[in-house]
């Protein structure tokens, strides 16, 4: 009843063409950004901003990345970890080393590392498809590794490879608070993600979508296969590289090469399959299920001890934890393949009829 | 030279082990197109149960047994509650499936039988071979050379059941097509609950080959991060592939980490079987081994 596009007619092509073509989208839309913009940093607490939301929307913000490489592009990759540890590390290197660098560059020029070296590392893509090239971006994931490790250079020669994150300043204002933090983390995502909204619409998006459904006969058609998969590469690793400079500097302040092992790229990869591989929306989705999911688990454990007034070993709770993780991945792959954004479709097409059956 | 052909033995028979965990990946996908992730803690999950009932007081034998028919029982328990919903989703969701299913073995096995790192003794020490180190003083390990017979054993043993037997005849014929070989009239489902129970052996084999050599604990999971480089190399299809490409990887990883390591600042063997497997793959983009794939339009 609410949620109707009855009565709303399009004049022009760029307003049929415009990205919520439904005013109640529209409203829906603004009426959540007033809300993080303004609402969630006056109301939530330093916990819920530092350790929940900022790193949900960094993760997010990774997500989306690699949904440019994998969900739009077809190119599965299992180093969305490395680029993000690249974009990290050289954001770092380019505080300490350049004057005067502003904070906003610095992150610019922590993703365009990320991006040359998810240039060079999506070379293979070239010639090698699917599970081969997934296996073939584990390389990149451990020698990215190993080299930040390895080579003292990236850590300004610390003895254990941590950096700790410079002070933000942005106009002669520090970031130091959570909220400041967090607005400045929003501020990146909400800009990007627009970006990338956009980007998925273009021609570029399209010639994406065209190698993910079918290469040779997108190359057919006349898309240059390597210009396109290598820019592919490029756009997902400059994403990952700009979540990882913010993992840094807004989320964690002190890094080490190890808080971007395989783990986390396998997170951001189950991400992009629960929140749903090819859409924008899903990204977040995904992002904010599995930020929150263990949160939420831990809490129910805690609540089974209190209700049942025994202290169950820890071991015990991690691992029921992992078995329940596991199971309900599982069981979301079963019954929902595409995803959480697929979901809010199908809701989406109830509440067009809601409250009448046809 | 003798030392030479010392690394080059010993990265022989480390690439065997593993070629052994490889080989349970290359019968899942041959025969059911499914990337099986959890095969590293399935053999986590085979050598913790052998183990810790040998640990009971159980017989050799017995225990073997169980955990053989306890295989048995968990592939025929992913085949029914995991792959068969999922039939005909794309490769990633399968992917994505079975590393779900990684956490919950993990989870399973920890809960069962505890965390705690155990060593295994099969009755084969783990020294030098006597006489070769004394006449041509080249330490190769006694128990590498078990391991290369076991897989040398277990190989042949697959090539059989493949080749000679009705049932291989039907895995091929899945492994060729699914929907040609259900119109002949092969039971898809059994078979695939054959190919995971036969995966599940293989990696119980590969769990006490590797529970000896580093003692059975949580890294065992990490094996399977040892196998994928040999995988891309001989080709996901091929059982030969695996043996092939893990004698590669081996010898050349630890010639590179004896050789080139010092140069570089060590810790090498991380990233080297990967690139490797690269360098082969920019030649012959589906492995050594693995089927040619015709693009059509």
Redesign the interface.
Known sequence: MLYREAGQFKSTYSQDQQIFPILQDRIGVLALLVVAFVVVPLVGDQYWLSALITPFLILALATLGLNILTGYAGQLSLGTAAFMGVGAFMTYNAMLRIPHMPILGAFVIGGLCAAAVGIVFGLPSLRIKGLYLAVATLACQFFVLWALNRVGWFSNHSSSGVITAQRIEMLGYGVDTPAAKYLLTLAIVAVMALAAKNLMRSETGRAFMAIRDMDVAASVVGIPMMKTKLLAFAISSFYCGVAGALYAYTYLGTVEPEAFTLDLSFRVLFMVIIGGAGSILGSFLGAGFITLFPIFLNLASRWLENALGIELPHAVVSNSEAIIFGGLIIFFLIVEPNGLARLWQITKEKLRLWPFPH | MTFFIEVVAGGLLAGVMYALVALGFVLIYKASGV?NFAQGSMVFFAALTFVSLTERGWNLWLALAVTFLAMIVLGIVIER??LR??VN?????L???T??????????S??MW??QPHGLELGIPDVPIEWLSQKWNINISQFDLFAAFVAGVLVAVLAVLFQKTRIGRALRAVADDHQAALAVGIPLQHIWAIVWATAGFVALVAGLMWGVRNGVQYALTFTA?KA??V??LGG?ESILGAIVGGLIIGASEKVAEVYLGPY??G??E??FA??V??LF??VR???LFGEKHI???
Not at chain 2, 89 to 93: D, L, S, W
Not at chain 2, 99 to 108: N, P
């Open positions: 990337f509650i995991v919903p999922l989703q794309p490769p990633i969701t992917l994505m499936a590393i779900g299913l990684t956490f919950v073995l993990e989870g399973v920890q809960l505890g965390s991060l994928l480089p995988l891309i996901f570089v600042g810790g090498i991380s990233w990967y690139i497997a690269l793959l920019l983009p589906e492995g693009d059509r339009v």
